[in-house]
């Protein structure tokens, strides 16, 4: 399946910049596929059998994953050229786009910082936005950066429902919360939202974030709302690569992990193609989230 590996290696497999060499072998690997048995499906017929995702859809899903990654990759090339300041990728994460195509643009989002993916999958929701323009303007630390105004490299669209905030220390995980219980508070007395009252509000972070103070008291408001049955429409989404700062997640069992089950958990991989299988599973737990029950967790180990 995977070329062999060329003896002796070419100069540019002796390189350091690890994002030109990933590029380049993806490029030699996609095109010695050639052309395949057959034609594939039409655009509107099942990509997989079963699949609830079409041949249209994947092939968009695939395009926002592929814009994350190349932004990644040009981040890095003008790193070295002093235009822009900020290189952590969303490589390996792009899986989280189906978790935006699965919702509305109007779901309000509390993302991960590596959500290029998530973002690049948002933007067609609304046409005319461009995700690579504000995503570049936020990368130079640019003034017209629509998120940030320059101050710091966020995820953020006002039009989209993207609240922009730091996730790292996982400050975010209570106000996202904090949101799906005024859904649904406002829903119960009538109150004028700005959103569809139906709405659920989507809180993606790392697994390392689930050390942090703050993410362990959203995950117990969460379960405590659920016990008192008070309908919070929540969907968390754990990044899971397996490793945080140089440390190993913790196994299942553990205080941590016990902590992320304390809400209705769901395993999926986060890698690239996994939309390809998972779609209805996906879309079945953001539509299950939907109607203001409790609390929700796809766990989603990258792979």
């Avoid at 990759?73 to 070295?80: G, S």
């Avoid at 958990?265 to 299950?288: D, E, H, L, Q, Y």
Wanted: one cysteine or more; charged letters at 20%.
């Amino acid at each position: 399946m995977f070329a062999r590996v060329p003896n002796p290696l070419p100069a540019r497999m002796k390189g350091l910049n690890r994002a030109e060499i990933c590029d380049t072998n993806f490029i030699e690997f996609v095109t010695g596929l050639g052309q395949g048995p057959g034609k594939g499906p039409q655009d509107g017929a099942p990509v997989l059998p079963g699949s609830a995702l079409d041949a249209r859809g994947f092939r968009e899903l695939f395009e926002s994953q592929l814009i994350s990654r190349h932004l990644d990759l040009m981040a890095r090339v003008l790193r070295v050229q002093n235009k822009v300041f900020y290189t952590i990728g969303s490589s390996g994460h792009e899986g989280n786009a189906m978790v935006a195509r699965a919702a509305r643009h109007t779901d309000p989002a509390f993302l991960h910082y590596r959500s290029g993916g998530f973002m690049a999958e948002r933007f067609r929701k609304l046409p005319g936005l461009d995700p690579v323009m504000d995503s570049a303007l936020s990368f130079a630390a640019s003034k017209d950066d629509p998120a940030s105004g320059g101050r710091h490299k966020v995820w953020g669209s006002k039009p989209l429902w993207v609240l922009p905030q730091t996730s790292t220390i996982a400050s975010h995980l209570p106000k996202a919360l904090g949101t799906a219980m005024a859904i649904e508070a406002g829903r119960r007395v009538g109150h004028a939202l700005p959103i569809p009252d139906d709405s659920i509000t989507i809180c993606s972070f790392g697994d390392a974030s689930a050390n942090h103070a703050t993410a362990q008291t959203a995950f117990n408001a969460a379960a405590w709302s659920s016990f008192q049955k008070l309908p919070a429409p929540l969907l968390f989404v754990c990044e899971d690569n397996g490793i945080g700062i140089s440390v190993k997640t913790p196994e299942a069992g553990s205080p941590r992990a016990s902590a992320i089950a304390r809400v209705w958990t769901i395993s999926m991989p986060m890698g690239w193609i996994w939309p390809v299988a998972m779609p209805r599973c996906s879309v079945r737990w953001s539509i299950a989230a939907r109607p203001g029950d409790r609390p929700s967790c796809i766990c989603a180990p990258r792979g």
